[in-house]
């Protein structure tokens, strides 16, 4: 009976680390970072809550970070080794090959060497490339035009959109977004914790709106219906999938 720690380890140890390394990533635990000086990137090997001693799932996700943003974001300077949690923008792998909850799986039935090819295949094929593409920041923007765009915290974005692209489409997101927080609170928040949530949240927009000298309109009930994206239904299809393991 194969050891599946042993066989997840030479994935790591073979596979995944001699490729990152050769691209200049550093490495603690399962997490890879390479730095950029004002932005940085990140790898995370993510192992599922469900995995047993008879069965090891992982997926692999990635991130893209500007340390000006997460400071100002979050109050505090980010770690020197900063996680794919830590990012602005974070993309599991699924995003990359259009099979969006993909996870390996280790198990009895695994053919090891198969699967280590797989994800050769999938760290040279698609990782990388992304990686590559987006050392320069101001490529980010094409994410947010993605057909299947992954989450990104609305305050993140907004400021990325500011530094990285056109300050009027920054500042349109930035009204989408409260306009969408207030008409959610004044139409669906209920119970006290709900609403103390959506008031915290508006306030924080508020916030950002005066630090950054944006004027923030509120829209016709009528109006704000037309233009909806729904930004609150990506955060659920968003955190539903990665709970799902």
Not at 175 to 184: G, M
Not at 205 to 229: F, G, M, N, W, Y
Request: aromatic content about 14%; charged content about 30%; overall charge positive.
């Amino acid at each position: 009976m194969s050891d599946l720690n042993l066989e997840y380890d030479s994935i790591i140890k073979e596979v995944i680390t001699p490729i990152f390394k050769n691209f200049g990533f550093k490495k603690i635990g399962n997490n890879f970072y390479r730095d950029f000086g004002e932005t940085g990137q990140a790898f995370n090997i993510q192992k599922s809550k469900w995995n047993s001693k008879d069965e090891k799932d992982f997926v692999f996700n990635l991130g893209l970070i500007d340390k000006s943003i997460y400071k100002e974001v979050n109050g505090i300077e980010v770690t020197k080794f900063p996680k794919e949690v830590d990012c602005e923008i974070r993309v599991r792998l699924g995003y990359l090959t259009d099979v969006t909850n993909e996870w390996y799986k280790l198990n009895s039935n695994t053919e090891l060497p198969e699967l280590k090819s797989k994800i050769k295949n999938d760290i040279t094929k698609y990782v990388i490339p992304f990686f590559e593409n987006f050392r320069n920041p101001e490529n980010w923007l094409e994410i947010f035009e993605w057909k299947n765009e992954p989450y990104t915290y609305p305050l993140s974005k907004f400021l990325i959109i500011k530094k990285y692209g056109n300050t009027e489409e920054a500042v349109n997101f930035l009204n989408k977004v409260y306009n969408e927080a207030i008409s959610k609170y004044r139409n669906g928040e209920t119970d006290r914790i709900n609403k103390e949530i959506g008031l915290n949240w508006i306030e924080k927009i508020q916030d950002l709106a005066r630090k950054k000298s944006v004027e923030l309109r509120i829209k016709h009930p009528i109006e704000l219906k037309k233009d909806q994206t729904n930004i609150w239904q990506k955060i659920k299809e968003n955190w539903f999938s990665k709970i799902k393991h």
